[in-house]
């Protein structure tokens, strides 16, 4: 099983930035990708970036230039920096990791929230 805790949500004005972090333990040697959505009031669960166990990066087009999403393996933890943020950034962040054990499973972070003000 792998446990997910994100940190580093806030409050920021617009054209800031901030960087959440996703911490996971548990059977993190078994972790094959981990990636971070939102959800805005009102709105489905969105992809944002993702990063394979080989540093393969992935992005929303909305997010592409602004976002830079990161992992450090030796800590056991994915970041996501946030810079230039907009009102529409506006939304509750999760973390997401896939692991195999036993089969193929995915695991969710209980989010944290990201309120961009204009």
């Known amino acids: 099983q792998v446990q997910l805790v994100e940190s580093g949500g806030g409050l920021v004005q617009a054209g800031g930035s901030l960087r959440l972090s996703c911490s996971a333990s548990g059977s993190i040697f078994s972790i094959n990708g981990m990636g971070w959505y939102r959800q805005a009031p009102g709105k489905q669960r969105e992809q944002v970036a993702t990063i394979t166990s080989n540093g393969i990066t992935n992005y929303a087009d909305s997010v592409k230039d602004r976002f830079t999403i990161s992992r450090d393996n030796a800590k056991n933890t994915v970041y996501l920096q946030m810079n230039s943020l907009k009102p529409e950034d506006t939304a509750v962040y999760y973390c997401?990791?896939?692991?195999?054990?036993?089969?193929?499973?995915?695991?969710w972070g209980q989010g944290t929230q990201v309120t961009v003000s204009s």
């Open positions: 997401k990791a896939n692991y195999f054990y036993i089969a193929s499973r995915t695991s």
